[in-house]
């Protein structure tokens, strides 16, 4: 089977092009085309993805991404100049009414684009940013329509979840175990962090969620009040990364003999950024602490918005001995440093604590706040102290972040049980799909 799929969730236009073979109780995967054009240059000029760009320009590049994709799967080529099909062609600018920046692409192009052996085609419907998605959705239908290929409507964070299986190689296969379950699932993304118990394959329960912000827009946020660019987690990742090589290294000067202006020692912090007790850290000098919000809490659930306030006012308490604090890179890593670990802390205490108590055999991390090599590296400390037994999976660093192979991969799963869209009129963005 052959899966053609399509990811405009948030700011990656992507396009991936997968063969299957089903071998029993093994799958085999085949990349013949995997494309992905990335906004992130015009969003930093903003400092965040603002909906109607992103969507303007999923719409500018989404033929020419389907063409490279093609290209690169060797099914590109082209017709004789077609016969107008009137008909056809009045039901596809209907789809794409709403698409102008594709609409004036598309007769310029696709008609000129032999139909490619493809079986089936994936499209993100959510979560997601909605005008975004809906670039996806409608291209989707009108590939469906001109090609006459039914659709699989797919969910992003079921993507994350798929994202683990392919390696480093064009091949990979999916070998069907019973004893991969219960599997949990930590998504940690820009737009959600939530613990997922798969039971089965494609059987999901969420069994918990952040209450407000998600981690990946925790750390973009406080991106931001240390002056970082979008996005934030790799560079907070970055200066928290520095200052804990530069704290063992401390560890090992006789004390009294470091640098003063490397060893900050201003305010304690006060008012609402204060800490409770119960919630302070012990890894960091007690002047730039913050909490771990709800690592206590009985349920699964997270909450990030409290954190980053906690930032905002020990900046602000910083300020007050020093308005130009930030100015020191001692600081900004300190402060980089304390909030990963609180983070990291509050998403491993309740991962684990999930192991525990689902008899969890499979760990799959996914979603681009993955990528922080140290919520890595604390995962995999923290299975070996509880000793564990449950194999961790994290996504090869291509995939930590959108794209369309993950939804290829989860597009053949729904495909295989024939989860096809009876009327495609009916498939629809849905911002806030969940598990
Ligand atoms: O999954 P993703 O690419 O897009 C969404 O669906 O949101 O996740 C993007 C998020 C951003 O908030 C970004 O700051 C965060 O992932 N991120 C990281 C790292 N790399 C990306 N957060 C922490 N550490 C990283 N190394
Ligand atoms: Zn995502």
Partial sequence: MKILAIETSCDETAISII????????????????????????????????????KREHGKNIISVLEKALKEAK?????????????????????LERENEIQDRWMKTMPFI??????????TTGPGLEPALWVGISFAKALSVYWDIPIVPVNHMEGHVFSIFPNKTKNFKVEIEDKMFPMLSLLVSGG???????????????????????????????????????PGGPEISRLARIERSAGMKRENVVPGSYNKTSDFSGPRTKGAGAVPDHEKSDVLSPLISLPRPMIHSKDYDFSFSGLKTAV???????????????????????????????????????????????KIQTLIVGGGVSANSYLQKVMLDKIKENKLKVKIHFPSKTLTGDNALMIAIAGYFQAKNKKFAKNINSIKAQGNLSF
Avoid: C
Wanted: charge should be positive.
């Fill in 114 to 123: 032999k139909k490619p052996k493809i079986d089936a085609i994936a499209v």
């Fill in 312 to 358: 905002l006012y020990l900046i602000r308490d910083l300020k007050i001995e020093n308005p130009n604090i930030l100015d020191d890179i001692n600081i900004k890593q300190k402060i980089a440093r304390e909030f990963e670990d609180a983070v990291v802390e509050t998403l491993a205490h309740k991962t684990i604590k999930a192991i525990k108590e689902y």
């Fill in 19 to 54: 063969e299957v073979k089903n071998e029993g109780k093994k799958v085999k995967f085949k990349i013949l085309g995997n494309e992905i054009s990335s906004q992130i240059a015009l969003h930093i000029q903003y400092g965040g993805v603002f909906p109607m760009m992103a």
């Fill in 75 to 95: 099914m590109y080529s082209l017709t004789k100049i077609p016969q107008p099909d009137k008909k056809l062609e009045n039901k596809i600018n209907k789809l």
């Fill in 192 to 230: 959600h962090t939530e613990l997922v118990l798969v039971k089965d394959w494609m059987k999901y329960k969420k069994i918990g969620q952040t209450r407000d912000d998600a981690a990946g827009e925790a750390f973009d946020k406080v991106a931001r009040m240390l002056g970082l660019p979008y």
